[in-house]
């Protein structure tokens, strides 16, 4: 026995240092490979030489100590690794992966990051979780106590603590501290072992201990407290000890346990008809007999046996079409078996403690797959689950044949534990909880909030199941969109425009101000246009107009795809303002697409026809110098500019605006929602300081006059439409669906970036270029890195360009650039002097040169799909056909860049990305970080429902603004969203 205990220690440590599993340290080797393979196998700085020779020397030391042969014949080989090609050394290289005791590389890469990741977690959190440690061991013997499973589960102290390992990095301190902590564990008191050994009995037992004694639920959390805030420890029959699993396992109110919704349901029926080999099966059943079998010297397995009664639904059904009328039954064998390799395995105590977890009579629930055996009616399952079932809780499934709830386990807990609680949890609830008004409930044909709690966790059907889980993901919608619009309502001062507000959430597809309704500035600059606006540009403008004319502010999302003509809808937007008398500021999160917009704009406005009454349009930046930035502030303040276009600066204290109307954001998600509000406190407060011209002054009630600006912003990031309500559901939403006429789809290719793919992409340059083309070339870092070795960098790349392209003069622009450089090399590419541009991402936003015609992207594989996407909208803006290659260092990163070749289309691939990645991925960690939680709701699926919860929410506002109609739905609102300012 002591012998087991030892060598599981041992294999502990050995896990805890990644000694692998031929016994030999290693991880050197390791961690080099995974190098080797990360960095795509470069032949760069005499990388390949030295690994090579790295190789040779452990594998002659292998060789030498353990004369295997395929060492010897690996060692042959490896002489020629320098000059082999990509796929021969993968091919070596999986072969030493798999002597070192690996099934392949794969493996060995998968180890590698995991002991990295452990590695760090453990110098970050100074503490090392055992647990971790102990799920690769299926068991150990402690002492002369029964085995202790340590699966799912770790030991605790006495206390019931969580043991943990001091951060020692040594193994002797290691090896001294897990005989301690051992010892420790051996003192544990037998009715705590029987708990850890079988949790199933342990409730029994512990329902005998001592019941919590019930204190009088306002000592646990208020007597006013809703039954759902109430603290689990108003639950009948649950023990102390039950209780505090709970509370540690972040289970601390009625509400959190019901909350905790199962991942999915069995359907004890489907085991009913036909059964073939591979067939994925679950069934009630009740154990006939557990046996460990010792096979071998190092071999042994579990057998247990089940026993299940089922309905035939084979010959009825195949003869009538019915269903299981005639009430046919059929038995069913199951052979569960686990094997266990190992002499550790094979001991008698070992076999006798696991067989003893399942006990003849037992009634189990088993879910798995089936292989036919010899005996009709027999069959067996080597991957399976298995849970005891309660009494109850069988004779329900089978009676009822009710769906089987399965819980996500959590912090260790059973899920017969979690079920058996939450039924707990069921039986306490009063049926008058739900705090959404009937009407509504009824209009928007949904379940009571009673109902859905009980069928979401004990359904009658899936149907049922169906209906909870629906109403319990309106509610996550609900009152996230009741929160936003609740704020907004109370920032307004009258009823009418209370009511104007809701009315236009409602109907915001009716709003729109025809072009003979638009400001005569703007219908100038309409002409001047060089183009005619597209369809989409058109309704948006007037759908945006409409909007400006009301007397609340405007809060909308203008989004549309890289390149389709946003910021002219933007200017227009602008004029109709400045039209009225008013001011505009647009601000963009660059200083580069400051200059360029202002510059546009400026060429817009110089070709309108007369010269009268054109806007006084300034340029405020970081490196506008001071004297500049006094006269534009003063211009501002005194309403002789009309339009200001910059950065940050244009929300900075310094700045008052005589009467701002509307603020552009650009690329508002590269602004936070604090910055973003920031316009809202540039109220224009006088009337008198409106310019004496301004045609409509007389319209302009006094009130107005303090109303905050407009907002209207602006994104290229295409986010689905239930996304972005998720994310701005405060905001309406204007989409530009098609792009200007004579675009031609941008020929895309993704490549991996060996020798071979870089020099194919020389050539189509070359191509390029001859025929008159402009090339960006993008890195993903400005100079090259140590610990980044893979990565190739702007600077470093623009020697070797410039040599390789000799008749074309080469460009660089990068963030650490000065403004006025990067100006000038922007300007000389535009020009036409720089015919090819080496870049970094800088160039992702807003660069508008429509003759640039191909884009290059090295190291594509550390960009997500959307912003490759941002990227490769910098070309194919004009009439020229484009192409766009993505170079990737790794051969598998490939395939995923591949979704590019397929499609240009923004919201296809945003979509796309939303399904297969989820919605923190496609919006990345910044802005995501904005999207509440849903806890039941999927974004990428349930989008209809949250469009209802919006109509709700208007509802349920228009009806009572304040709420004081519905003080339930207020108590739940602000428990669940405090009413003060959401956002980051
Ligand atoms: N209706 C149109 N017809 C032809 N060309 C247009 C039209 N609308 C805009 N353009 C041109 O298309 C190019 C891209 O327009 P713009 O910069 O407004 O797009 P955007 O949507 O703001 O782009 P990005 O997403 O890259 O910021 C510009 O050169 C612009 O002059």
Redesign the pocket.
């Given at each position: 026995m002591a012998q087991f205990v030892t060598e599981s220690l041992i294999q502990a440590c050995c896990r805890l240092k990644c000694i692998p599993r031929n016994g030999l340290n290693e991880s050197r080797l390791a961690s080099a490979i995974s190098l080797e393979v990360a960095s795509g196998y470069q032949n760069t700085f005499g990388r390949t030489m030295r690994f090579s020779s790295f190789l040779h020397s452990k594998l002659s030391k292998w060789y030498s100590r353990s004369d295997h042969l395929s060492a010897q014949k690996l060692l042959e080989e490896v002489n020629g690794y320098g000059t082999a090609s990509m796929s021969e050394r993968s091919k070596f290289l999986n072969k030493v992966s798999v002597l070192m005791g690996y099934s392949n590389i794969q493996d060995l890469i998968e180890q590698e990051r995991i002991r990295k990741e452990t590695e760090s977690d453990l110098i970050a959190n100074d503490e090392f979780d055992f647990s971790l440690n102990f799920a690769n061991f299926p068991c150990i013997k402690l002492g002369d106590s029964s085995f202790i499973e340590l699966y799912d589960e770790f030991p605790t102290t006495e206390h019931g603590e969580k043991l943990s390992l001091p951060n020692s990095g040594k193994l002797v301190e290691a090896w001294n501290w897990l005989r301690t902590s051992f010892t420790s564990i051996n003192t544990l008191s037998s009715s705590e072992e029987v708990s850890s050994i079988n949790p199933y009995h342990s409730q029994e037992a512990l329902v005998t201990k001592e019941i919590v004694s019930h204190k009088p639920s306002s000592e646990v959390s208020g007597s006013d407290a809703p039954i759902l805030d109430k603290n689990i420890r108003c639950l009948p029959g649950t023990t102390s000890r039950q209780c505090r699993q709970l509370e540690e396992s972040g289970f601390h109110t009625v509400r959190k346990l019901l909350h905790h919704f199962p991942r999915t349901y069995a359907d004890l029926q489907n085991a009913q008809g036909p059964i073939d080999d591979g067939h994925y099966l679950m069934f009630v059943g009740t154990i006939l007999s557990s046996k460990g079998i010792k096979a071998s010297s190092s071999f042994a397995f579990l057998e247990v046996v089940v026993a299940c009664e089922l309905l035939n639904c084979e010959s009825t059904s195949e003869v009538t079409g019915d269903n299981c009328d005639a009430e046919e039954k059929k038995m069913v064998y199951l052979h569960l078996k686990k094997f266990f390799r190992g002499s550790r395995f094979t001991y008698q105590p070992f076999l006798r403690s696991i067989e003893s977890k399942y006990k003849e009579g037992d009634h189990v629930y088993v879910s798995g797959k089936v292989k036919k055996m010899r005996s009709k009616g027999h069959y067996e399952m080597r991957e399976y689950s298995i849970d005891m079932l309660e009494e109850e809780e069988e004779h329900h499934a089978q009676l009822e044949r009710r769906p089987y709830p399965l819980y996500p386990s959590k912090a260790g807990l059973k899920q017969s534990f979690l079920g058996d609680v939450i039924s707990r949890a069921l039986k306490i609830l009063n049926s008058d909880i739900d705090p959404i008004p009937s009407e509504i409930l009824a209009e928007f044909n949904l379940l009571n909030l009673f109902d859905a709690y009980t069928g979401i966790h004990r359904p009658n059907n899936l149907a049922e199941a169906d209906l909870a889980r629906r109403r319990l993901i309106f509610d996550d919608f609900f009152y996230l969109q009741l929160g936003r619009l609740y704020q907004m309502l109370e920032a307004l001062g009258t009823r009418i425009e209370k009511e104007e507000l809701l009315g236009k959430y409602k109907l915001h597809e009716l709003n729109a101000a025809c072009v003979e309704d638009w400001s005569p500035l703007t219908q100038r600059l309409l002409k001047a246009?060089?183009?005619?606006?597209?369809p989409s540009?058109l309704n948006a403008v007037s759908e945006i107009i409409w909007d400006l004319k009301r007397p609340v502010p405007m809060n909308r999302l203008l989004q549309?795809?890289?390149?389709?003509?946003?910021?002219?809808?933007a200017f227009l937007a602008c004029m109709e303002v400045i039209g009225s008398g008013f001011q505009a500021a647009f601000m963009v999160p660059t200083e580069l697409l400051a200059i360029q917009h202002y510059e546009?704009l400026n060429s817009l406005l110089e070709g309108m026809e007369g010269g009268e009454g054109k806007p006084n349009v300034a340029l405020l930046t970081g490196s506008t110098s001071s004297r500049e930035s006094r006269i534009i502030l003063k211009g501002l303040q005194l309403g002789d500019l009309d339009m200001v276009v910059g950065t940050h600066s244009l929300i900075s204290e310094k700045i008052e605006y005589s009467a701002l109307r509307i603020a552009v954001i650009?690329?508002q998600h590269r602004f936070g929602v604090i910055q973003r509000g920031r316009f809202n406190s540039k109220l224009y407060s006088s009337p008198s300081c409106w310019k004496n011209d301004c045609t409509n002054l007389e319209e302009i009630s006094k009130e107005k006059a303090h109303m905050a600006p407009h907002i209207l912003a602006?994104s290229?990031t295409p986010i689905p439409r239930t996304l972005a309500l998720a994310l701005y559901g405060d905001m309406s939403l204007t989409q530009?669906t098609d792009l200007?006429?004579?675009r031609k789809p941008i020929e895309t290719s993704a490549l991996e970036g060996n020798e071979i793919g870089f020099e194919k992409v020389y050539q189509m340059m070359r191509e390029e270029l001859i025929s008159g083309g402009k090339v960006y070339l993008v890195y993903p870092i400005i100079q090259e890195s140590e610990q980044l070795p893979q990565l190739r960098a702007a600077t470093a790349d623009f020697s070797s360009i410039s040599g390789k392209f000799e008749d074309y003069k080469c460009g660089l622009l990068h963030g650490r650039m000065s403004g006025e450089e990067k100006e000038n090399a922007l300007r000389d590419f535009k020009s036409g002097g720089t015919r090819i541009l080496l870049a970094t991402q800088v160039i992702e936003?807003?660069?508008?040169i429509?003759d640039a015609s191909m884009m290059v992207v090295v190291n594509a594989e550390r960009f997500g799909i959307a912003q490759l996407h941002?990227l490769r909208?910098?070309v194919g803006?004009?009439e020229r056909k484009s192409r766009c290659v993505f170079l990737s260092s790794m051969s598998g990163s490939v395939a995923r860049l591949k979704v590019l070749e397929k499609s240009c289309d923004g919201f296809y691939l945003a979509n796309a990305d939303l399904l297969l990645r989820g919605p923190g991925n496609l919006l990345g960690k910044k802005q995501s970080g904005h999207l509440p939680e849903f806890p039941i709701a999927r974004l990428e699926i349930d989008g209809n429902i949250l469009q209802e919860a919006q109509l709700a929410a208007l509802e349920v506002l228009a009806r009572s603004h304040d709420l004081e109609l519905y003080p339930k739905l207020k108590a739940e609102l602000s428990m669940r969203q405090p009413l003060c300012i959401l956002g980051d």
């Open positions: 246009l060089p183009y005619s606006l597209t540009q549309g795809d890289v390149g389709c003509g946003k910021t002219v809808v546009h650009d690329e602006i290229a530009i200007p006429p004579g936003i807003g660069v508008d429509p941002q909208g910098r803006r004009g």
